[in-house]
């Protein structure tokens, strides 16, 4: 294929370009942010289990309590209850029974209320924990706030690089003959690279340094001669730079 040496220069620019969003799309599967978020969000996902083992303590232990606080009011009732009959009844047989049965609830009484203080703070150390869980589970949630909104703002500023790069490849793919921006595009699609500088008889594509024969053809090509790399198949653009003239 020909094309003259400023068509060709053009698909030095539009390689430039091509590289730019290539970087873009790069940057937009690297950001830092997502990993960071993704990290984040792990934790976060890891602290709702002690959230769980939390909430679920301290709702035994306020169960264990209310269950003790309950029992503690059965025993104040008839303690209540045969006190009264002490004090009313005339039988010295009974009121000795029932004197012996008040002992016996006084005991227990101050057993519950021993277990009740128990439990009290136990139920105050997993209130203590549950807190502390939650605000760390809060200051996860407003971490992952923080990095969403810094990876929106790179996300934008990158659709807005991508949009500059498109719009400048749209105007440039106009000027470029059809059949040498096809080829362009198909060599891209193969190999990564459509178009690379020629310089000191070296493709700027894959590096490779051409000697022998092949930088005799090189050398001795038309100006409008249209070249590809034997190594990697990239159009290779020789200019000023290319050290041939």
Avoid at 17 to 38: M, T, W
Avoid at 87 to 115: F, H, I
Avoid at 173 to 189: H, K, N
Wanted: hydrophobic share 40%.
């Amino acid at each position: 294929m020909k094309s003259n040496l400023a068509e060709q220069k053009k698909l030095l620019e539009l390689h430039t370009i091509d590289s730019g969003l290539a970087r873009v799309a790069y940057r937009e599967k690297n950001l830092p942010e997502l990993a960071e978020h993704a990290a984040v969000t792990k934790k976060r996902t890891e602290l709702s289990a002690r959230l769980a083992a939390d909430l679920g303590e301290l709702e035994d232990a306020k169960t264990e309590l209310g269950r003790l606080e309950s029992d503690a009011g059965v025993v104040d009732a008839r303690i209540a209850r045969d006190t009264e009959r002490v004090n009313t009844s005339s039988s010295m047989k009974d009121v000795a029974a029932l004197e012996a049965e008040l002992e016996s609830l006084y005991r227990r009484k101050t057993n519950l209320e021993d277990m009740e203080l128990v439990v009290m703070e136990r139920v105050e150390v997993a209130e203590a924990q549950l807190s502390a869980t939650r605000d760390l589970d809060n200051d996860l949630a407003e971490k992952l706030e923080e990095i969403a909104v810094r990876r929106r703002a790179a996300l934008d500023e990158l659709a807005s690089e991508r949009a500059t790069l498109t719009a400048q490849r749209g105007l440039l793919e106009d000027s470029v003959t059809p059949d040498l921006l096809g080829l362009y595009e198909s060599l891209r699609a193969k190999t990564g690279t459509g178009a690379a500088l020629f310089r000191a008889g070296t493709c700027g594509a894959c590096t490779m340094s051409l000697t022998g024969n092949e930088l005799v053809k090189v050398r001795s090509a038309e100006i409008d001669e249209v070249l590809e790399c034997p190594e990697c198949g990239a159009i290779m653009v020789r200019t000023e730079e290319s050290g041939l003239w």
